[in-house]
């Protein structure tokens, strides 16, 4: 019936089969997935660094991320009219889109640093608890 939740439901079960060692890369790769966008601890050194953070950090607005929880909600409990339906699924594959662009964008980014995903990923969870905790970092 909903393709995000089947989608879902198949991530629970490959995480369910995976080995004890391949599990904390993964939960680094869903951490960054999900994670709110953070700057680069590092001054863009080009214009390609930075269209490549400004892709990493593209997000819902905050109306707009509060609309797909209100419909996600409603869709667990089957209060949705046809066309709210509609609109979760759309709002869905925005979002799908999103995380694909940015996952992408992070696969760039690490090789034009010459760095893996989870060096980059512990980057810039660094730089967005820096940010949080207010430290300058340039």
Same mark, same amino acid.
């Given at each position: 019936?909903?393709?995000?939740i089947?989608s879902?439901?198949? !991530?629970?079960?490959?995480?369910?089969q995976?080995s !004890?060692e391949?599990l904390?890369a993964?939960v680094? +790769?869903?951490?960054?997935? %999900?994670?709110?966008? !953070?700057?680069?601890? =590092?001054?863009p050194g080009?214009? *390609?660094?930075?269209?490549?953070?400004? @892709?990493?950090?593209?997000?819902?607005?905050?109306e @707009?991320?509060?609309?797909?929880n209100? +419909?996600?909600?409603?869709?667990?409990?089957? =209060?949705? %009219?046809? %066309?709210e339906?509609?609109?979760?699924i759309?709002?869905?594959? =925005? =979002?799908e889109?999103?995380?694909?662009?940015? +996952?992408s964008?992070?696969i760039?980014? !690490?090789?034009s640093?010459?760095?893996?995903?989870? %060096?980059?990923?512990?980057e810039?969870l660094?730089?967005? *608890?820096a940010?949080?905790?207010?430290d300058?970092?340039?």
């Amino acid at each position: 019936m909903h393709s995000s939740i089947d989608s879902r439901q198949r !991530a629970i079960a490959l995480v369910e089969q995976l080995s !004890a060692e391949k599990l904390p890369a993964v939960v680094q +790769l869903l951490e960054l997935l %999900t994670s709110p966008p !953070a700057q680069s601890p =590092q001054s863009p050194g080009s214009h *390609e660094e930075s269209r490549l953070l400004e @892709k990493i950090g593209q997000a819902f607005s905050a109306e @707009k991320q509060s609309r797909l929880n209100d +419909l996600r909600q409603r869709c667990e409990w089957e =209060q949705l %009219t046809d %066309t709210e339906h509609k609109e979760l699924i759309s709002y869905e594959d =925005q =979002q799908e889109q999103l995380r694909v662009d940015r +996952l992408s964008a992070l696969i760039e980014l !690490a090789k034009s640093r010459n760095i893996d995903l989870l %060096t980059l990923n512990q980057e810039l969870l660094s730089s967005s *608890e820096a940010e949080i905790r207010g430290d300058n970092v340039a």
